[in-house]
């Protein structure tokens, strides 16, 4: 077993600033997240966003969050769409992912509907939360969009993970 100082020695200690940005990101990047991919719809068509910010807020009522960073170009249309839908992808839809990424192909190629909203939905997702916006936050360089959930699609599958900037599955 290894003593509390050998523990210690084996980290790096730092108060994040501009200088360590990469360090900073490297140590979240340690928390394994599931992916998704976020799509509402514009005046100007339907958008899509890839996004690892997800999390569960409140079972009643219920609420789900993710935050959108301030310097995509997309930004402004999610903080200003008043529905959306949040897509959790199966570990083999890595192509869904790469799709809604910066420089993505997007929609083109997609069998992509639209729900009672006008919210384009991606089927064969593993779960999928179609809200209604309740409530912003401004956090630094991202936005916290809450949305209140009006349905809910689920199936039994796999998730992608995203851990150390990759992709991948769950190990059991």
Known sequence: MMAAND???????FVPGADNHRAFRSALGSFTTGVTVVTAATPDGPIGMTA???????????????SP?????????????QHFAIHVLTADQDHL?????????????????????GV???????????????????AG???????????VAHRQGEPLCFSGGRFGRFAV
Do not use: Y
């Not at 690892?52 to 993710?66: E, G, I, K, R």
């Open 7 to 13: 523990i210690h020695a084996l980290e790096a200690v």
């Open 52 to 66: 690892n910010s997800f999390a569960s807020v409140s079972l009643d009522p219920p609420l789900v969050l993710w």
């Open 69 to 81: 960073a301030k310097s995509s170009s997309r930004h402004a249309a999610f903080v200003g769409a």
């Open 97 to 117: 992912s790469s799709a809604f990424t910066r420089g993505g192909s997007g929609f083109d190629g997609l069998e992509a509907r639209m729900n009672d909203e």
């Open 120 to 138: 384009p939905i991606l089927p064969g997702t593993l779960a999928r939360f179609e809200c209604m916006q309740q409530a912003q936050h401004d």
């Open 141 to 151: 360089d991202h936005t916290i969009i809450i949305g209140r959930v009006l349905r």
